[in-house]
């Protein structure tokens, strides 16, 4: 053994050098590579083998970190991805492709993608799509879809870069290269070294009572600086995201509401923590309840909402009762859908220290002012002394909306003035992160002879948990939605919210509307079968066009184009079924089907004020600086929003240094959710630019067609004339800040008004392949048709929609937590690269009345008709209509023998 | 914390005799702990001499048990080992490929272990060392239940062993999806032809039972058999051996099912002329 470090230490070659770490020999390699050799880009995500961001190359060969003892490495040769990428040329070509394709995204899953990758190129494996996705099998990506990535492997060949360009441009993601080169920073990466840990103790039942043993002798025997209960909180103990619904407490009082529910937290040094005994905390088991169907009769989980009933929701236009009864033709059905876990790969990290009388946390979130607002209620602390930076945020798909980690590291900063961290384990982030709602529909749906909707009504149960957190967004949004895209002159449309013994249910991309599609789009079909009448051409025969009310009576001149997206598909679906028929006729064992379903979706807040503000401001010395407070999660709205911004003031976009986000530094953008930002912030960044640019023109006293050149100071060139504007000053020389708030009004009791501003519409089809007997289902093609009113940068208008397709697969065909059962990343079973087909964008550009030029939000509409567009197909393929979700192959091979 | 690297069997077993625990690919054990701190002293088995590799020994074949699945994927092996390549294959991923060993696979006795249903087809018996010497036990009464093996205190699975046979192998893995799967169920299939029909055939299920079970009347049944006669008997056969339950994968009754469709599939992948 002449290779082994000193006692108590590893040595290895790390990235070319020999190094020698102080490390425990049993410790993972992962943890020991990124607390004591400094190699952060090695991700953690699930610390068992499920997600494969922790892969790294021992001796040239793919493993993850997180299973591999430090001594096993002992002498051996490690690669990462931050040492591959400047070192390897295959990595360098990797880490251009990857940014050529951006198959990259929120960068989380990059590091393990692009090691497992090189791996690959390194090998003379030939290259294909199989051979691609077998050696990137073993890594999960919750945002791509994969399929950039599947590109950026095979064209890992070639080097040229993306140009630069303005509105419409696919240019590279300005915040690209850290992700594929392995700095990028998320929420576990910037906590100070020697920061102290936190560990939440959480309810091991959905509830419980609990009594604490003596805690001060515990903190003392074991050496922590700090046992938190809900006693220590000095604010008000409870938080939320809407007005009036703040109900969830930052620890648990007298008992706990759903299992994984904290009720103390330890506080001390790493290696402290990590090994403590038990906790002495007693727990009483209390009946509970996980459906809502139970909920009824059960105990209150909140003493004010009587029948365990959150809120509710209604939308009602004409008469749906008697126009149902005179219908000639109506179809009805049962549809549910269980708890989807967000599954981004990045757990929920804070890190957070006291400077003076302010706190200051670092963390991955979606909403910084939202969670300097919350943090401040629970500090009892105003809110501008808290500072809110937001670290790359590694995955998010709303449940990085709500406080987390956050809490817990603030009071713990605040009251030991140390420096803390806390990250979850995929464990505590399956159980206390929120979810998207369960829901049980009951749908009816009536059309004329001529296969025109006559009238929809709609009863949804959504399981809201135990807490409010954006439930009562779901139960509000879901009736104004639940009709589709569709002309629906007769509707009645009732949600209500229950609570339960479970995590609570809140913010997930569509934020239920995709739950409703689900039961809209299979009706929809069912009845198109009843009536003879081709599935696509029904949906087109109903289309929403411009100048029809929608069922709150919102009339669109303009921008209102699922006509433009259903007729997009048209070839595609023709070719499907003729493709699907014959490859019927040549098959006995497994059937092709070919599903369509739209979707539609309001960009922003439900009636309720959302500005976002831009500022911008040019230095003395010619600097241009953007601060760009809307999170970029990975959608990429740190280049979207410099797009719009250096096209408003006529400058190319490599002009442009981005500041923030950072509740000190950059204005209020709102929040990341909502499918809000590019409409809402893009409006504002618009403004933003169109001010600044006027304000300099009129010191240059020039014309409007002036270009503006930063060229270490400020010239304008105004035809043959060129202006040198003078700049001075500490601050800004010229500095502009602009606002936008969408033009909406407050619904009335029938739920009528002008909700949003701005609707995105979409249709997307599905071709799918069933194993008759197994009930499997293998996706061969996805075609989306989306409106994005005009793609300001095409290739992430791509990007999110390869993602959210990705997660509407999930949706059909795999996905539910089960509180108690589900909860790790083997168990609960997100899309591998190998769920998910080619899947083909077709970018429609109706252009909007009010979004920057002509823009709408995308994120939550990719994922709303894929599930139904694969139910659709699974039912074509196969005659089984799956009502009750994941279609899991045990499902369809019942809903297959059942027609038997 | 002490991990120790023994490059002998017998500083292992001497290792071993203490409170250390056995550490392989590390694929199992780590994940187990669940966030938990690692056991304060193991002993790493990789680096043992003879404990890695595939080797002929005389009238069969020796894995060694720290053999990973990546080294079973790349050894120039007949077809009598399809099914084990196939089930090398479906392993985890890449990554746990790289790492997971054959023997840990067996040890860790999960009742969705990849690697059971190949074994138990190829008439596997495995060797365990102790201070005491080496045993042989058929691979059938080593794993008793879901984590519950022969393997006595101090003991190591060394290695894999296999008789030479006629035939040609596969396996089927059935799972929610493609790639990083705990199997719904899995079928290994190892057949013996002569002019068209089954001389032998040895089918194991995996993912059913506790334990993956060889299916001994379906064997019976098959002998003599056409390809097409394949279908009918196993449709006849009631798989007793199995007892499929109800989790979070699948039901128990699409299980019973869904393994014949796969154990057809199977048996008839092995008879296709390649």
Same mark, same amino acid.
């Given at each position: ?33 990124? =607390? ?58 990797? @880490? ?88 990028? /920073? ?22 419980? @009572?609990? /009594? ?47 299992? %994984? ?14 090994? !403590? ?22 105990? !209150? ?7 365990? &009933? ?75 002394? &808290? ?30 003035? =140390? ?90 991309? %569509? ?18 079968? =009843? ?38 598909? =048209? ?175 407050? !619904? ?69 937590? !089960? ?82 | ?274």
């Amino acid at each position: 053994m002449s290779l082994d470090a000193p006692q108590g230490h590893v040595g290895f070659t790390l990235n070319g050098d020999a190094v020698t770490v102080p490390a425990s020999r049993t410790a993972r390699l992962s943890e020991v590579l990124r =607390k004591s050799a400094g190699a952060r880009d090695v991700k953690v995500g699930c610390n068992a083998g499920d997600c494969g961001a922790c892969t790294v190359l021992i001796d040239g060969a793919p493993v993850c970190a997180c299973m591999v003892a430090a001594g096993q490495a002992q002498g051996a040769v490690i690669e990462t991805q931050a040492g591959l990428v400047g070192r390897d040329p295959h990595a360098d070509r990797l @880490a251009q492709s990857f940014q050529r394709h951006q198959a990259a995204q929120c960068g989380i899953c990059t590091p393990g993608m692009m090691v497992a990758a090189v791996a690959l190129l390194r090998s003379d494996t030939p290259l294909t799509e199989a051979t691609v996705k077998d050696a990137l099998g073993g890594v999960l990506c919750r945002c791509t879809g994969y399929r950039k990535i599947i590109a950026a492997v095979l064209d890992a060949s070639r080097s040229a870069p993306l140009g630069e360009g303005g509105v419409g441009a696919p240019i590279a993601r300005l915040d690209g290269w850290p992700k594929v080169s392995g700095t990028e /920073r998320f929420g576990d990466d910037v906590a100070p070294d020697g920061a102290l840990v936190v560990r939440a103790i959480r309810s091991p039942f959905h509830r419980a @009572a609990f /009594r604490f043993g003596d805690l001060d002798a515990y903190r003392a025997d074991h050496g922590l600086d700090l046992i938190l209960t809900a006693a220590d909180v000095p604010g008000r103990n409870r938080f939320g995201v809407i007005p009036g619904f703040e109900d969830q407490p930052m620890l648990a009082e007298h008992e706990t509401r759903f299992r %994984g529910e904290p009720v103390a937290a330890v506080v001390g040094r790493a290696g402290i923590v990590a090994a !403590l005994p038990e906790f002495p905390v007693t727990w009483q088991e209390l009946p509970s309840v996980i459906t809502p169907r139970d909920a009824v009769d059960a105990d !209150l989980l909140h003493d004010d909402r009587s029948d365990n &009933v959150m809120c509710r929701g209604y939308v009602a236009r004409g008469d749906a009762a008697s126009a149902m009864a005179r219908a000639p033709h109506v179809v009805s059905g049962d549809f549910s859908t269980g708890f989807i876990e967000h599954g981004y790969i990045e757990p929920e990290a804070a890190s957070a220290r006291r400077v003076g009388d302010r706190l200051e946390i670092h963390c991955c979130t979606q909403a910084p002012f939202m969670n300097r607002d919350g943090i401040a209620g629970l500090m009892g602390l105003p809110a501008d002394q &808290v500072r809110i930076v937001p670290t790359a945020v590694g995955g998010g798909f709303g449940s990085k909306l709500d406080l987390t980690a956050q809490p817990f590291v603030a009071l713990a900063a605040w009251l030991t003035g =140390k420096p803390v961290r806390m990250t979850f384990t995929r464990t505590e982030s399956l159980q206390a992160s929120t979810k998207r709602h369960p829901s049980e529909v009951h749908m009816q749906v009536g059309a004329d002879e001529d296969g025109r909707i006559q009238a929809v009504r709609f009863d949804g149960v959504f399981n809201t948990g135990a807490y409010a957190s954006w439930g009562p967004t779901v139960a509000n949004r879901v009736p104004i939605h639940a009709s589709g895209p569709y002309r629906t002159p007769n509707y009645s449309a009732h949600s209500t919210a229950v609570h339960t013994n479970t995590a609570a249910a809140g913010a997930f991309r %569509g934020f239920g509307v995709p739950q409703s599609a689900v039961a809209l789009e299979q009706l929809y079909d069912m009845l198109a079968d =009843k009536l003879g009448i081709d599935r696509l051409e029904f949906r087109l025969r109903n289309c929403l066009l411009n100048g029809e009310p929608t069922v709150t009576g919102q009339v669109f001149d303009r921008g209102m184009a699922i006509d433009a997206c259903l007729g997009a598909l =048209k070839p595609a679906w023709d070719a499907a079924l003729a493709d699907c028929a014959a490859f019927n006729a040549a098959h006995d064992g497994v059937k092709r089907g070919v599903g369509v379903a739209s979707g539609w979706y309001g960009c922003g807040n439900t009636s309720m004020s959302n500005p976002s503000t831009i500022r911008a401001g040019i230095t003395a010395g010619g600097a241009l600086m953007l601060h760009q407070g809307a999170v970029d999660i990975g959608q990429g709205s740190n280049t979207v929003i410099t797009q719009i911004f250096a096209q408003a003031l006529g400058v190319p976009v490599s002009a442009v240094t981005l500041i923030g986000a950072d509740t000190d530094l950059t204005p209020d953008a709102g929040k990341t959710s909502a499918s809000r930002q590019t409409f809402i912030t893009g409006n504002a960044a618009k403004r933003c630019g169109e001010t600044l640019r006027a304000q300099i023109l009129r010191l240059g006293n020039v014309g409007g067609d002036a270009v503006i050149s930063l060229d270490g100071g400020l010239t304008l060139i105004d035809g043959a004339t060129s202006v040198r504007v003078p700049l001075a000053g500490d601050g800004y020389a010229i500095e502009a800040v602009a606002s936008y708030d969408p033009p909406t009004t407050p !619904l009335d009791e029938n739920g009528q008004g002008v909700p949003y501003a701005v609707f995105g519409t979409a249709a997307q089809m599905c071709v799918a392949e069933v194993d008759l007997a197994l009930g499997t289902t293998r996706l061969i093609r996805i075609v989306a048709a989306h409106d994005v009113g005009k793609a300001i940068n095409p290739l992430l208008v791509e990007g999110q929609v390869e993602g959210g397709v990705a997660q509407g697969i999930g949706l059909a065909l795999m996905e539910e937590f !089960l509180p108690g059962r589900t909860e790790n990343l083997h168990d609960y079973l997100i899309p591998t690269i190998g769920d998910v087909p080619p899947i083909d964008t077709l970018i429609v550009e109706s252009g909007d009345m009010h979004g920057p030029y002509g823009a709408k939000g995308l994120g939550e509409h990719c994922l709303i008709p894929t599930a139904p567009a694969v139910l659709n197909a699974i039912a074509h393929a196969t005659g089984a209509r799956i009502h009750h979700l994941p279609a899991t192959p045990d499902k369809v091979r019942r809903a297959i023998r059942a027609l038997i | 914390m002490t991990l120790h690297r023994p490059d002998r069997l017998a500083d292992a077993l001497a290792l071993l005799a203490g409170d250390a625990v056995a550490l392989g690919g590390g694929t199992d054990l780590y994940p187990g702990l669940r966030d938990a701190a690692p056991p304060p002293h193991m002993v790493d088995l990789t680096r043992i001499a003879g404990l890695r590799g595939i080797r002929r020994d005389g009238t069969g074949w020796r894995i060694g048990g720290a053999t990973t699945w990546t080294q079973v994927l790349k050894a120039d092996l007949p077809p009598l080992f399809d099914g084990l390549r196939g089930a090398a294959r479906e392993v985890g991923s890449v990554q746990i490929q790289n790492a997971g060993t054959v023997a840990g696979n067996l040890c860790n006795a999960s009742p969705a272990a990849d690697g059971m249903p190949a074994l138990l087809a190829l008439d596997a018996t495995v060797e365990l060392a102790s201070d005491a010497g080496t045993r042989r036990v058929a691979l059938a009464d080593f794993v008793h239940g879901p984590r519950l093996t022969a393997l006595a205190r101090g003991e190591i699975l060394t290695a894999i062993h296999i008789p030479d046979a006629a035939g040609r192998g596969a396996f089927l893995k059935l799972g929610a999806r493609r790639y990083l799967v705990i199997s719904i169920a899995m079928v290994a299939a190892v057949v013996a032809t002569q002019a068209g029909r089954i001389v032998r055939a040895r089918v194991a299920v995996g993912a059913c039972s506790p334990v993956a079970r060889r299916l001994a009347g379906l064997e019976t049944a098959l002998a003599g058999a056409t390809a097409d006669e394949v279908s009918a008997i196993v449709s006849a056969c009631a798989f007793t051996e199995l007892s499929p339950i109800d989790d979070v994968r699948a039901s128990a009754d699409y299980r019973s099912e869904a393994v014949k469709a796969l154990v057809v599939r199977a048996v008839s992948a092995t008879m296709e002329a390649k």
